[in-house]
């Protein structure tokens, strides 16, 4: 017997639900200030005319680049959020898990967050 999801009763809503909610939050929150600061970026490119960065700033230098309005830091800082939103929404599904007491997704969870670490710090030798 086939019931639709219409007909199901709220105590039978999906299980994952709030966890769902709260992925798609961190997921939408890093994509949104991630464009909102490559956005910054391009908007001090068009102000500055000095036209696009060819190059990132480091991150030791972040902090004084973007008080210093320098293009290049709006942008390479958008680029680390975007990069650091799939860490940030693996690393809260672990504590949502953890939370929960799903030793099995627990599990899972911290293996591909252990194995993305490992390919960043892989990717830097």
């Known amino acids: 017997m086939n019931v639709r999801p219409e007909q199901t009763s709220p ?14 939050w961190i997921l939408l929150c890093g994509i949104a200030l991630s464009v909102a600061l490559m956005a910054v970026g391009l908007v001090l490119v068009a102000a500055q005319g000095a036209g696009l960065p060819r190059g990132v700033v480091p991150l030791a230098d972040l902090p004084a680049a973007l008080s210093a309005l320098r293009p290049a830091a709006y942008l390479s800082l958008g680029l680390i959020v975007l990069i650091g939103t799939p860490f940030v929404r693996v690393a809260g599904s672990l504590v949502i898990f953890v939370r929960a007491r799903d030793g099995r997704y627990v599990l899972v969870t911290a293996i591909v967050l252990f194995v993305m670490c490992l390919g960043v710090a892989l990717g830097r030798m």
Do not use: G, N, Q, S
């Open 11 to 24: 105590e039978h809503a999906h299980v994952m639900e709030p966890i769902e909610h709260a992925i798609r």
